[in-house]
T-cell receptor, first 116, second 114 residues
Framework: AQSVTQLGSHVSVSEGALVLLRCNYS??????LFWYVQYPNQGLQLLLKYTSAATLVKGINGFEAEFKKSETSFHLTKPSAHMSDAAEYFCAVSDRGSSNTGKLIFGQGTTLQVKP | GAGVSQSPSNKVTEKGKDVELRCDPI?????LYWYRQSLGQGLEFLIY????????KSGLPSDRFSAERTGGSVSTLTIQRTQQEDSAVYLC????????????FGPGTRLTVT
């Protein structure tokens, strides 16, 4: 079975500060990993994904994430936070079991607050 | 091109009534997923359609929930005899295929059962 754990349901940073959102996964097969962002009253938008190519993945809006197999982690970072980054962020792992449906198993989400 | 659309955007219904939620995927996307987002349970997978294959219904919480996908395009999620615990945002997503393909999400339908 696959699962995702996001450490910290709320993270608060100052504008211009480093953003670090933590995600750890559990998977018996090489995982496909995703970060999605959700703005209020909107659907989810893909920030970036890891599918076994480069371990450092760059996404939209200046975000990036590094896949670390030894730590079973896929933390999301951004060097300098903008006010517009305030949103809820979800880490997800794709089902790669025998059915290989691609259904996403999500973490509980982290709400990012950016203070001026 | 248009993204994934869902209707209605909001639905308020009385306990015990049936509701239908609609999803229009991106044209040409063969994979379609339904998820539910609620305060207590977070984001949960409900059901998956891929082309003409039998759907994966493993995430449906009870037999009051069902879904169909007609002509490989539009999908309808039906909840019979709604309960208050069914109150949630129901999200639909489509993808070009299964596996590593990006899923594109619609804006969701917010269902409130009173």
């Amino acid at each position: 079975a696959q699962s995702v754990t996001q450490l910290g349901s709320h993270v608060s940073v100052s504008e211009g500060a480093l953003v670090l959102l933590r995600c750890n996964y559990s998977s018996s097969v090489p995982p496909y990993l995703f970060w999605y962002v959700q703005y209020p009253n909107q659907g989810l938008q893909l920030l970036l994904k890891y599918t076994s190519a480069a371990t450092l993945v760059k996404g939209i809006n200046g975000f990036e994430a590094e896949f670390k197999k030894s730590e079973t982690s896929f933390h999301l970072t951004k060097p300098s936070a903008h006010m517009s980054d305030a949103a809820e962020y979800f880490c997800a792992v794709s089902d790669r079991g025998s059915s290989n449906t691609g259904k996403l198993i999500f973490g509980q989400g982290t709400t990012l607050q950016v203070k001026p | 091109g248009a993204g994934v659309s869902q209707s209605p955007s909001n639905k308020v219904t009385e306990k015990g009534k049936d509701v239908e939620l609609r999803c229009d995927p991106i044209s040409g996307h063969t994979a379609l997923y339904w998820y539910r987002q609620s305060l207590g349970q977070g984001l949960e997978f409900l059901i998956y359609f891929q082309g003409n294959s039998a759907p994966d219904k493993s995430g449906l919480p009870s037999d009051r929930f069902s879904a169909e996908r007609t002509g490989g395009s539009v999908s309808t999620l039906t909840i019979q005899r709604t309960q208050q615990e069914d109150s949630a945002v129901y999200l639909c997503a489509s993808a070009r295929g299964q596996g590593s393909y990006e899923q594109y999400f619609g804006p969701g339908t917010r269902l409130t059962v009173t």
